[in-house]
Each structure stands twice: as C-alpha cells, then as structure tokens.
C-alpha cells in the first residue's frame, strides 16, 4: 500500500467538502459544472480520482453518464456502495487506455493534480484528458495553491523556519513539496504552462475557495443567511486575477480545439 492509499484511508475527502469551509469549493466547483453541462442531459461524464464520488453521484442524479476513476480501493469501496449508476472502476490518471478517445463531453480532474510532483506527470495527465474528452469538451482541473500551504503551514502552523532550512521551500517561497509531503503546491504560472504545453484553450481559471480555507471557524460560526451572502461575495469575486493564486485550490476550466 502506496503512503497515499494510506493517506486516503483515514482521510474523508466528502466529509472535508460537507463542513462549512468546504461547502464553498463543492459548491462553486458545481456552479462552473453546472455552466459547463448548460442545461444539457445524457452527456457522458469521467470524473478521474473522484474519490468516493462527491461529484460523480449528484452527476448521474442529473441524468448524465457518470463513470468514475479512482486509485485508492477504499475510496472505491464506498463509492460503490452508494448504489448509484456511476460506473466506478479502478484507475490512474495517468493512463487513461482503457477509454476511447473523443468519447466524454466532460472530464473532472479535481483530486489527481493535487499528487503529481512533477510538471511531466501532470502533464500527462492533462494530455490524457485532452485524448478522451470530445473536441469542444471541457476538462476541469483542481490544483492546491502555493501561497495558501506558505501562510497555513508556514507561518500559521509555525513550521516555516523548518520548511526554509530543510529546502521545503525556496528563497522566493514556492513550495518543493514531494511524495513524502503528499500534496503538491502550484503557482498560477504552472498552471498557465501546463494548459500551454498541453494544447488546451481555457475557458476560465476560477478560485473554487478563495478565503474560506483562512477562515474556517468564522465560516463554521455564519448563520444561513451570513453564509448566503458570503458565497454572493464569493461568486463575485472569484474569478478576479489578483485573488486567484492566494486562494487555497483554484479550478482550471479547459477546453478541447474544434466543434461538435
């Protein structure tokens, strides 16, 4: 069992999504979804690392047809326990062969980017997606943010002297996190080179949870109506350039060359 499978065993990503910090990535990431299906129904769907299907059940509840990827067993396990009509498999992003090519009219990428370490792999799986998804589909790819993992675990958590001596980080403070950190740490000029060099035109680059990471406790004590027009304030702003690489995950909307 690879550190990651373990990782994931006792970590509940759809419990992460369902607190209150949380809910503001999983509802925006379904906003810009939702746009992308634009009122559309029986489109094919391949939600790659979908976990334990956060997104991949309410999806197929939409009348699409949802297959679902996933490394890790026990995220799988659960999945399929669900009992919905997502078709749920074991897979790696890396590799997509065992699907058509120009076969989806969406591809989700909203785990797998977030453990690539380097900027090859993460573009093989751009690439990928790119081969599967049909021309004028959409590709929607997660990153954990830079900036955020400096403030939180460096500066609020007290560990950024450790980070600097060790070389966790670099003079100018990007992140050189690897496998033993779990998670990788991006700039949004990685993810402007990574779109680049895959061939892929962007649709919209989106801060899927801007502030909310920084402001757990403040969001978890919001009455309903205080959450409300947070996420107004929030849909307003987030896809603003000069808040994009402070949030902690951004959401890269992508789209694949040619017409239907």
Known sequence: MTKLEEYYNKFNEEKRLLRPYGRVEYLTTMK?????????????????GAGTGRYAVPLSQLSHEVTAVEL????????????????????????????PSDYFDIILEL????????????????????RVVKPGGLIYCAYCMNEYS?????????????????????????????????????????????????????????????????????????????FSLFMDYHYATCERPELLGASGHTLDILKKDGCR
């Open 72 to 99: 890790v067993n026990y995220n799988l396990g659960i999945l399929k326990k669900k009992g919905s009509s997502v078709i749920a498999r074991r897979g790696n992003a890396l590799n997509l062969s065992k699907y």
């Open 150 to 226: 400096v403030l939180t675990y460096g500066f609020k958590e007290g560990h950024i002297r450790e980070s600097m001596e060790s070389g966790l980080y670099t003079a100018d403070f990007q992140s050189l996190s690897t496998e033993e950190n779990l998670y990788s740490y991006v700039r949004i000029e990685e993810i402007q080179a990574l779109s680049k060099a895959a061939g892929l035109e962007r649709v919209k680059l989106v801060a899927s949870d801007g502030p909310a990471n920084y402001m757990r406790q403040v969001i978890k004590e919001m009455d309903p109506e205080t």
């Open 32 to 48: 810009y979804i939702e746009e992308g299906i634009s009122g559309r129904e029986g489109l094919k769907i391949l939600d790659v």
């Open 111 to 130: 785990g797998p980017l977030y453990h690539l370490f380097s900027f090859e792999d993460k573009l093989q799986v751009l690439k990928e997606a790119k």
